[in-house]
């Protein structure tokens, strides 16, 4: 292990001032490229480094972003998980990352980590916040942002979401437009009701029978299930909405393979997230494309602000409908 | 905000000692549950909150491990960083996410960030080490961990691996089984040249001709251009080997769309992860599944063990061929 060595040992050797070597290992501050390498190759010669969670104590901030993620496997995550952790990491900013086993019931302990740290801020990633916790989070002045593809409306909280209820109204009337007559809804459970009641609620202002809603659990065996029996039915959907594409996919495997039916022209399928296999050829799947570009740039915008600036607010982007053959009749 | 209450006051509103109210505090201790409820009240009660970082200065260990990810899109880590947080914050340690933009280039800045945090050890998962990091580690005292799916030895460093050359000669061997004659590998930039040297040097022990190889840079045009390419010529091959399932999934639908091949009869395709998609009966893929549970397990505990206990060594966790309709011939 290198001896003690600090800020007067690198400054000498590197030939600047005291203040240049702090300036060099705070992230933001104005400092030039050349004077930077000088103070990072003196301070590896010396084994220097600073401490950054004591000046996180003496500072109050410890650069720490806590991200709880209630379902670390959902593409979405992954993709925004990466964006977020290079956009935060060039801002001198790092993310810990906390899993909600189950995403309505938050552990406790792991609530109290979180505190512990002291983090910056909290941001929610399809995961619930339980009362609790945004209770220990307003004692503790921490702002807490939440992050969902569709979500209701969060008292007291910055919200960044999908606009659910345009949403559902945007795909069924593409389906109308498409001519299908016979809508079905595939849901899981704790989805937005927004995203349901902007899709029926369109149908049924335009006087098509209110879509049959089915409910399933897993993302693959239920869809399946769900999928066969609405297909058995004598007076059968002519398109399904599933929220999200893996459900929707099995739905294609079950009608294409199964019931030998012809996706688009005897059945329309539209999923939810557009998610990589959705455009190839095998699938060829109508989806909702959601922004996480904007979604993210928005979310580091907010992460980064100064506290005192946020103030509770829902903000809405909007994305688009990738029209595919998955709902093309001819 | 509240007030500065301090272990004292804890202690004197929940009726316990000093020492008992730390251990309740501290992951891994001996302590009742009723009296950890008693402790966690009082301290709720009175807005206590334990600084974890100050506590980690104090200590040396910040209880936080420090995570880059290569590629945080890849299935197989979204997988494995869910159990990894799972398990380590049952521990009462947390995941600090640091992203290797280009997973050959680690940027220094990272570097730098991560050593300033005091990790308590690296993980490395699908990232490669910089000869510098590396260098930075070993003088800091830092143990890091290599996990990848396939992964040349590392001198001075704890990997954990699939088993490279087993693997490319358990699949080989598998397609010679099958009755296939002309096998091609579809391979990546930076794979392992273990599971090659498996694969092409049993089909060539064999007496078989050398399996052609191609490369293949992005997942998915990059398949597609590859299966025509394979697929156009006179003496195409009957069996192709992907190296990964994206890569499979897109040699099947060139082969079946634009080739009109039967997948399995004429041409028998391999894949590489288990995919979840995989098994589906449009894919109905042969694939090779990492044993993740077990890899994260020893991941665990490597991390978890006294860094004087931790030897450079190379532990390789052994899969399975799952054995689909993609390579049955009848």
Redesign the interface.
């Given at each position: 292990?290198?001896k003690r060595v600090g800020l007067r040992e690198v400054a000498e050797l590197a030939n600047v001032s005291l203040a240049a070597v702090s300036r060099a290992?705070t992230p933001g501050t104005s400092i030039s490229e050349a004077t930077r390498e000088r103070v990072?190759q003196a301070a590896r010669k010396l084994?220097y480094?600073?401490?950054?969670?004591?000046r996180?104590?003496i500072k109050g901030k410890?650069g720490?972003i806590g991200v709880v993620?209630g379902n670390?496997?959902h593409?979405l995550f992954?993709?925004a998980?990466?964006a977020l952790?290079?956009r935060l990491?060039q801002a001198?900013k790092?993310?810990?990352?906390?899993?909600a086993?189950n995403p309505a019931h938050m552990a406790?302990?792991?609530v109290?980590?979180l505190?512990?740290?002291?983090v910056d801020a909290l941001l929610l990633m399809a995961a619930n916040l339980s009362s609790k916790l945004a209770e220990h989070c307003r004692?503790?002045?921490i702002p807490v942002i939440l992050f969902n593809r569709l979500a209701q409306k969060v008292p007291g909280m910055v919200t960044v979401t999908g606009a659910g209820r345009d949403i559902g109204q945007k795909i069924a009337t593409h389906l109308l437009q498409q001519g299908y007559r016979r809508l079905a809804y595939m849901d899981e459970p704790l989805s937005s009701r927004e995203l349901e009641s902007g899709f029926i609620g369109y149908a049924t202002s335009k006087g098509l029978p209110p879509p049959e809603r089915v409910l399933v659990h897993s993302q693959?065996e239920g869809a399946v299930v769900a999928a066969r029996t609405l297909l058995s039915q004598r007076r059968r959907p002519d398109a399904i909405f599933c929220v999200n594409d893996?459900m929707a996919?099995?739905t294609i495997?079950v009608a294409r393979?199964e019931f030998g039916l012809k996706i688009g022209r005897a059945l329309g399928v539209v999923g939810f997230d557009d998610s990589?296999?959705a455009s190839?050829?095998?699938w060829d799947l109508t989806t909702y494309s959601h922004p996480i570009d904007p979604m993210i740039e928005r979310i580091i915008d907010l992460l980064l602000q100064d506290p005192k600036e946020r103030h509770p607010s829902r903000i809405i982007v909007e994305g688009v409908l990738k029209c595919r053959g998955s709902t093309k009749r001819t």
């Open positions: 292990m290198p290992y990072m084994g480094r600073p401490n950054l969670l004591a996180s104590l410890s720490i993620m670390p496997r593409p992954a993709v998980l990466e952790s290079r990491s001198g790092h993310i810990l990352i906390f899993t086993e406790d302990v792991h109290e980590d505190l512990q740290y002291r004692e503790g002045g693959r893996h996919m099995a495997e393979d990589e296999q190839w050829p095998t």
